[in-house]
């Protein structure tokens, strides 16, 4: 049997949800076993393949890059789980969202800055109006709240879905 | 005097006592019912919809905590529908307002957060609102913040019945709603607020907080308050 193609991304985060994920321990030996990471912070590799079972979703929809690269994994991925609370709700990234975004850039670059008093424009990309959860824009097929969500629940989903089973988890995992 | 009735709640055969709730009747029989507005001690208001039940004969659902029991009532607590219409509740009020549980101050104490656990909630599939609400720390020892606020209106009713002050009351309609102090005043400027601190401990939420208090530090402990409020008889 050929392994399975398992990839992971971050988005507007702040990579805790990655750390969870190592934090599974011995478990990431069988998931090496199973499966070949093939894209993410995790690996080397500078595109998304062409066609991975599972992917791995950190962190909000927050930017023009962030949307469009969603799009492209998702259209990608058969199997799309949004791991933490960024992907599942936007959390954090989206006490912003209230605030306009070009009010918000200028109270951090402008008022909030000693030097160099405007927004920057080069390779950064645009902010989307409100950071937004991941199915709010393409199809989500799981969801593991958390903040970071407990290594056993990772464990618990990337082995159930690496047997080809969905994972139930309700009551086994919460916001925040 | 309260005469004891017998009802059937989710086949089982309860003896309960006429003028109860259906709710407290249930809970008293060791079931479990959902609830965040219905605390114990006050008034039953029927404001967050969680406790809805099937009553045998009756063509719509009905919240246990505002409906009393009646002599031979057949009730259904636990079925697919009703656990659709409360995961609906739970997300529409993520929905409404920003809840950020991890940044929160009731994170991990939280009876709407523990209820969406409890009720399989891993996630909301309403858009989420965003909308911009008010945070007053005008109040020398508390706190409220209204990204938080389910509008259960349990402070307004603890502060009503058991401080008897009425500082809390809730304006406008629908998703406008609000709580206000008083006629609209900064919590630090109210002329009624005894800085008793019993809206504080009955909220459910991270919506009202002490003062002083970080991520996940604060606890509540609504059950003296309920107490006090049962020995004064201010409502069963
Ligand atoms: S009030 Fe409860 S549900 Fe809302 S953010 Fe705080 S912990 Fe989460
Ligand atoms: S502040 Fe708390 S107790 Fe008062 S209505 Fe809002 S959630 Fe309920
Ligand atoms: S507990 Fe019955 S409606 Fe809220």
Redo the contacts with the bound molecule.
């Keep these: 049997m050929s392994k399975a193609k398992v990839a992971t991304v971050w988005l507007d985060g702040c990579s805790g949800c990655h750390m969870s994920l190592l934090d599974i321990d011995e478990v990431l030996i069988d998931v090496v076993q199973k499966a070949d990471i093939v894209y993410g912070p995790l690996v080397d590799a500078q595109e998304f393949p062409e066609m991975v079972d599972v992917t791995l979703v950190e962190g909000a929809v927050s930017s023009q890059d962030d949307l469009r690269l969603i799009q492209k994994i998702r259209s990608r991925s058969k199997l799309l789980v949004s791991l933490g609370d960024c992907a599942v709700t936007s959390n954090v990234p989206s006490m912003r969202n209230n605030i306009p975004t070009k009010v918000l850039l200028e109270r951090a670059y402008v008022q909030g800055a000693d030097v160099n008093h405007r927004p920057p424009t080069d390779g950064v990309p645009t902010l989307l109006r409100h950071a937004v959860p991941v199915h709010e824009v393409v199809k989500v097929d799981i969801h593991v709240p958390g903040c970071p969500p407990k290594a056993d629940a990772i464990a618990f989903v990337v082995t159930e879905l690496l047997s080809g089973r969905k994972p139930e988890l309700a009551g086994k995992v919460k916001f925040g | 005097m309260p005469s004891k009735i017998s009802i059937r709640i989710d086949g089982e055969l309860i003896n309960a006592q006429s003028g109860a709730s259906l709710l407290d009747a249930a809970l008293a029989a060791g079931k479990f019912i959902p609830s965040l507005?219905h605390m114990k001690g006050l008034s039953s208001v029927g404001a967050c919809r969680l406790c809805v039940v099937e009553v045998a004969g009756v063509g719509r659902l009905l919240p246990a905590c505002t409906t009393p029991v009646q002599d031979g009532m057949n009730v259904t607590t636990q079925n697919d529908k009703l656990r659709r219409y409360r995961r609906t509740i739970l997300e529409l009020l993520f929905a409404e307002r920003n809840h950020v549980c991890a940044v929160c101050v009731s994170n991990n104490h939280c009876e709407l957060q523990a209820l969406a656990t409890r009720l399989g909630v891993t996630s909301v599939r309403f858009p989420y609102t965003f909308p911009r609400v008010a945070v007053d720390l005008s109040h020398r020892k508390f706190a409220?913040d209204q990204n938080?606020?389910?509008?259960?209106?349990?402070?307004?009713r603890v502060c009503a019945e058991v401080e008897g002050a009425h500082v809390?009351n809730?304006v406008s309609r629908g998703v406008g709603s609000r709580?206000v102090c008083e006629l609209n005043r900064n919590w630090g400027d109210s002329r009624n607020c005894t800085s008793c601190g019993k809206?504080v401990q009955?909220?459910?939420?991270g919506?009202?907080a002490e003062k002083g208090f970080a991520v996940e530090e604060m606890t509540k402990r609504p059950e003296p308050i309920s107490r006090l409020a049962n020995l004064r008889g201010v409502h069963s």
């Excluded at chain 2, 938080?148 to 307004?156: A, D, G, K, Q, S």
């Excluded at chain 2, 009955?202 to 939420?205: E, I, K, R």
């Design positions: 507005c409220q938080r606020c389910i509008l259960c209106t349990r402070c307004v809390w809730v709580l809206c009955s909220c459910p939420t919506a009202l």
